[in-house]
T-cell receptor, first 116, second 116 residues
């Protein structure tokens, strides 16, 4: 079974500073993908970044980067130069490749608040 | 930009009523999903579909039902709404490429359901 753990219910950061949101995962699947989504208070889920288990380099998308440490089974999201609009819930998710595991499994989320 | 739509966005309804939450996507995606999410909590998969005439139950047991008669349309129905059904319902879709892990899920804006 796949499992995602996000241990930070809430995080606070000052505008323009960087913040790291933690995510650890557990799976027996040798091939898997890790995703981060942002959910503003309006409720929609916005895809941010993807990391494949066989990718050699950490994924980056603009101000978002993923600190992927495969041996530790962690996939932390780093947001650089935080903006007020980054205040939202952030969810880490995993998708496996074996039969029956194509579904996304989500963590409980981290609520990020960016202070001016 | 994702083209996936949900209606209504908000619904307040009395106990015992039959409701249908609509979800449609214009991306031609084969896979579609329904998630249930309580405020500030993680997403739980309740239904998914691999394509037309395919429906599967997700990880969280739900009294709702779904149908997939057309590729672009994946409605969710509650025959008799109860207060315990109060939640946000999110619809998503993705491409189906076998067991590839990299296909992100595109989410609709969600329906916030309140059953009195």
């Amino acid at each position: 079974a796949q499992k995602i753990t996000q241990t930070q219910p809430g995080m606070f950061v000052q505008e323009k500073e960087a913040v790291t949101l933690d995510c650890t995962y557990d799976t027996s699947d040798p091939s898997y993908g890790l995703f981060w989504y942002k959910q503003p208070s309006s409720g929609e889920m916005i895809f941010l970044i993807y990391q494949g288990s066989y990718d050699q380099q950490n994924a980056t998308e603009g101000r978002y980067s993923l600190n992927f440490q495969k041996a530790r089974k962690s996939a932390n999201l780093v947001i650089s130069a935080s903006q007020l609009g980054d205040s939202a819930m952030y969810f880490c998710a995993m998708r496996g490749a074996q039969g029956g595991s194509e579904k996304l499994v989500f963590g409980k989320g981290t609520k990020l608040t960016v202070n001016p | 930009e994702a083209d996936i739509y949900q209606t209504p966005r908000y619904l307040v309804i009395g106990t015992g009523k039959k409701i249908t939450l609509e979800c449609s996507q214009t991306m031609g995606h084969d896979k579609m999903y329904w998630y249930q999410q309580d405020p500030g909590m993680e997403l739980h998969l309740i239904h998914y579909s691999y394509g037309v005439n395919s429906t599967e139950k997700g990880d969280l047991s739900s009294e709702s039902t779904v149908s997939r008669i057309r590729t672009e349309h994946f409605p969710l129905t509650l025959e008799s709404a109860r207060p315990s059904h109060t939640s946000q319902y999110l619809c998503a879709s993705s491409e189906w490429e076998g067991r590839a892990t990299y296909n992100e899920q595109f989410f609709g804006p969600g329906t916030r359901l309140t059953v009195l």
